[in-house]
């Protein structure tokens, strides 16, 4: 204990060292800063006095010239990376060709191993050559050549036995490696018990320690977890800000616009100066409400009609009485502003139609009363009545002339006025400046003003979100820590590894289970190898049945001596079966392992020349992008040698200053670099004083359970246990306290407090599912484009390499809204113009379906393929397309091809026959090629 005391002390000393220096590099940092900043005020001032003294243009030219240089440095750091990176490729890559040489020894020497083995064989079987001639010599010799047919059943008797001890072998060999892999799984469910033993054994003594460990666990996996998902969301939400926010400028921009457009029809209306000045005193003089243009609202169609009914009482300025009227009057007056015409609504009087002006307006052609044509409150009718009067809005004037010239005042769509005194008005008329506020422009404007509204409620919403997720996100960091901290401090005091039990527990269940499974497939192995020794012990007793059968009919000294010839033969058989397993072994090795190997390394050195050839092409292009610059800084220099002349004294004060700084900057990043090392030397120092604190904590701890114990030896274990029943049943005879009333007031304000959280939550998660749809419905839109363009550029890609001439593309039918539409092919075989698909021939839908079929397998391969007949309609060129095309992508995949295409059928890997037997059952022949 004291030793670790005497190290924390230590850490925690070259921590406050650590702290001392980082404090006094900062310092120095912010007096470097401030100077910085200072020089370049000074700069500034510089930079303005040579902009007073000199040229504009001359001024443009030097922050070109800078420009060139940052441009030539940025270039020569991209450049220094380019190099950095096929330096790094290159020592990759003679990494990868020494494992790659390693590799081919590797394989080399196997297959020297397998050559010298192949020839023992050979050795082998000569000899056997060997024996059975001197057999068949010797059965001539003494005239045993009738025993053929029972030596030929042996012969065959022997091939049995070879196959079922080779059999035998397999098997033995099947059950050594499942064998090894049951010892493997055992180990490891002994060490993950011998752990989980070790937890409960300490949970046994430390019982409260180890519930608040598992307490802080399970609380670390859930803000983990919680964690885990506020990022998710933090990086939606900046998503959804992002689009939300141009939405936001979007609409801000076209309000500004339909605000501008709205200040000059105000400003049009109130063109007179008069009407102007006295617009202008709404806020002074009190009753003033504005022009009949600026009050009322028309659609569109009527506009003119109803501007040219109106006249120049469209300029009438509507206010409150005649007193305000007179105070009007009296300004226009004493400022000498003009005249104005003014319409008080308590004097004023309008018009009312009679019963034959309301009988004509059923007629055709006839639209409404001029008034009922006009939007305004309902205040200023009699204003508008006035100004307005009896007219009635037609369609032309053959309609006027059938209503009835003179009995009606009338105004046309057109602008053509018929007065009651049977005067005629029209023409041809130019937009007038003044006129009424068309109701669809000011619907317009309130749409937009409540769309920006409602996008900047959006984006308030998204913004505080994410700043509660921000806020939560450092919050939980800070907690995760902590909590992290407290473990390992915890799992320390109790010695315990860091792990968790229930994920320790779910590992040895599912090593039981692939134990069970092992052990199932070791009995079946058992089962399969006793069952052919079985077999092996028949062929073998028929074996020796037949040999006692040919020693029954001669000599028994010759039959001694052709068994010894026998048994040799037998025996070189089985040094043969041996050598056999081991060029097994050697073959599996080579072409389970090592090709394995050598292939990836090849994959992978593949990879990395593409990528040097394009850092190379990368470097080249660089190079040539500095020569430029290069070129064009000396021409810019030479121009600016000219300035620097008039103003040599300022700019070399400038440049003084500018290496000044330069050199600052350079401290400060020296300096910022000196305070990085100090901290990351400061942040191991504390992990390593977190250690020793934790081990410190552990050993204490330990040694707590030693000091000031009294010990109760004179009572046992069962006395104790008694006593602490007897204890906790005089707890329960105490009863329970009767709080029923108390929790039925809890419940009941718990209840409360629920709802009202339920009713912020519902009308804040109504808000959330808004811009939720918002952010699916684009997200969605964007995730099938980039599908749809990789899958039309594969397909443009693909059809070329089939047809020669022709092109062809995916064309959406609703560009704008892809979902409400679909997707049409357009193809064009030759000449210039594109067909649609069922314009096609057979073999050019064939060609365009399977340029099609193979674009989605490049964007979304699968692991096989099955094409039935696909070429059907294909002529031979167009074939031997297609079968390239389906050699080079069966490379990544599997494919079966059914076809009776010799084209297809040359380029297959192995080919299948089918064909119907006699008696009606398919019989299959195949070839490997």
């Known amino acids: 204990i004291t030793k670790k005391e005497n190290e924390q002390k230590k850490f925690e000393s070259e921590i406050k060292s650590c702290n001392d220096k980082i404090k006094d590099v900062q310092d120095k940092i912010s007096n470097l800063k401030k100077t910085a900043a200072e020089k370049k005020s000074e700069i500034n001032k510089i930079t303005k006095e040579i902009e007073e003294k000199g040229e504009k243009e001359q001024l ?8 060139l240089r940052v441009n030539i440095e940025t270039n020569k750091a991209r450049l220094a990376t380019c190099e950095n990176e096929l330096v790094k490729i290159d020592s990759r890559k003679d990494q990868l060709q020494k494992d790659l040489t390693e590799i081919h020894e590797k394989i080399d020497s196997l297959i020297s191993e397998k050559s010298k083995l192949e020839k023992i064989k050979k050795g082998k079987n000569d000899n056997i050559l060997k024996l059975e001639e001197s057999i068949r010599n010797f059965k001539k010799k003494h005239k045993v050549d009738n025993l053929d047919d029972i030596e030929k059943e042996i012969g065959e008797v022997e091939k049995q036995e070879e196959e079922g001890q080779r059999e035998i072998q397999i098997l033995r060999e099947k059950q050594q490696e499942l064998l090894r892999e049951k010892d493997r ?27 608040n460990l598992n307490e802080k666990k399970n609380d670390f996996k859930k803000k983990t977890l919680e964690l885990n998902k506020l990022l998710n969301e933090d990086s939606s939400l900046a998503a959804q800000l992002a689009k939300s926010k141009d939405n936001l400028l979007s609409a801000k921009g076209e309000l500004e616009k339909l605000k501008v457009k709205n200040i000059g029809i105000t400003e049009k209306a109130s063109a007179n100066i008069a009407v102007k000045s006295i617009l202008e005193q709404k806020n002074k003089i009190n009753g003033i409400y504005g022009t009949v243009a600026g009050l009322g609202h028309v659609s569109a169609k009527y506009s003119l009609a109803l501007e040219v009914a109106a006249g120049s009482r469209i300029q009438s300025i509507i206010v409150e009485d005649d007193k305000v009227a007179e105070t009007c009057i009296k300004y226009l007056k004493n400022n000498s502003l003009g005249v104005a015409n003014f319409l008080p609504l308590n004097k004023i009087k309008g018009a009312t139609p009679d019963n034959d002006v309301k009988k004509v307006l059923s007629s055709n052609g006839v639209h409404n009363l001029a008034i009922e044509l006009v939007s305004f409150d309902s205040k200023f009718k009699k204003a508008f009545s006035y100004v307005f009067g009896k007219t009635i809005v037609v369609d032309n004037i053959n309609v006027a002339r059938r209503v009835g010239i003179g009995s009606y005042r009338m105004v046309t769509l057109e602008g053509d006025l018929i007065e009651t005194s049977g005067s005629m008005q029209g023409g041809y008329r130019k937009k007038s400046r003044v006129s009424f506020q068309q109701e669809d422009f000011t619907k317009d404007l309130q749409e937009c003003e409540k769309k920006v509204n409602e996008l900047q409620e959006v984006f308030d919403i998204l913004h505080r979100r994410r700043s509660e997720v921000e806020e939560n996100i450092i919050k939980l960091r800070n907690e995760k820590s902590s909590l992290e901290g407290e473990i390992i401090k915890l799992e320390k005091s109790l010695h315990l590894e860091t792990g968790d039990t229930e994920a320790s527990g779910k590992q040895k269940n599912n090593l039981k289970e692939n134990l069970k499974e092992i052990d199932k497939q070791i009995a079946g192995t058992e089962k399969h190898i006793e069952e052919n020794n079985k077999k092996l012990a028949s062929i073998k007793t028929k074996k020796q049945e037949l040999r006692i059968k040919i020693s029954g009919l001669r000599n028994p000294t010759l039959l001694a001596e052709l068994n010894t010839f026998e048994d040799k033969k037998q025996e070189i058989k089985n040094e043969i079966l041996e ?19 050598e292939e990836n390394i090849g994959k992978i050195l593949k990879e990395q020349e593409k990528e040097k050839k394009d850092f190379s092409a990368e470097l080249g292009q660089i190079k040539e992008r500095i020569k430029k610059q290069k070129e064009e800084l000396v021409k810019k220099e030479e121009i600016q ?7 040599k004294e300022l700019f070399r004060k400038r440049d003084n200053i500018n290496s000044e700084i330069l050199k600052s900057e350079n401290e400060i990043m020296n300096k910022e670099d000196q305070n990085r090392g100090t901290e990351t030397s400061m942040n191991n120092l504390s992990m390593k004083n977190v250690e020793v604190k934790a081990e410190l904590a552990g050993l204490k701890k330990e040694f707590e359970q030693y000091e000031d114990v009294e010990l109760l030896e004179e009572k046992s274990e069962e006395s104790l246990k008694r006593e602490i029943n007897r204890f906790e049943a005089l707890i329960g005879e105490f009863g329970a306290v009767n709080m029923r009333a108390l929790e039925v007031y809890d419940n009941i304000e718990k209840e409360y407090k629920k709802l009202l959280e339920k009713k912020e939550v519902l009308a804040s998660e109504k808000k959330d599912v808004i811009a939720m749809i918002d952010e699916v419905e684009n997200k969605k839109k964007e995730l099938f484009m980039v599908t749809f363009n990789a899958i039309n550029e594969n397909f443009k890609n693909i059809f070329s390499k089939l ?22 092919i357009k193809v064009k075989i030759t000449g210039k113009k594109f067909m649609d698909i069922h314009s096609l021939s057979g073999g050019e839908k064939s060609l365009t379906a399977l340029a099609f079929i193979f674009s989605i397998q490049d964007y979304k391969p699968a692991l096989f393929y099955v094409l039935d007949e696909v070429d059907a309609a294909l002529d031979k060129h167009n074939s031997e397309k297609l079968a390239k095309l389906i050699m080079k992508y069966s490379e990544n995949a599997q494919y079966v091809v059914i076809s009776h295409n010799d084209s297809i059928i040359t380029v297959a890997d192995t080919l299948y026959g089918v064909s119907m037997g006699a008696n009606g059952v398919s019989n299959v022949i195949s070839l490997k090629i």
Not at 584 to 592: A, G, Y
């Open 60 to 67: 443009d030219m030097q922050k070109k010239v800078e420009q």
């Open 641 to 647: 040698k000219e300035f620097r002349t008039k103003f």
């Open 803 to 824: 047809t020669s001439k022709g092109a062809a593309s995916i064309v959406l039918e609703n560009e704008k809204e892809p979902f409400e539409g679909g997707l049409r």
């Open 579 to 597: 050598i056999d397993s081991k060029v097994s072994s050697i073959n599996m090795q080579i072409n389970d392992i090592l090709k394995r190997d």
């Open 185 to 211: 799984v055992e180990y490891q469910i002994q060490n993950i018990e011998a752990a989980m033993q070790k937890v409960l054994d300490v949970e046994k003594e430390n019982r409260e320690d180890m519930e």
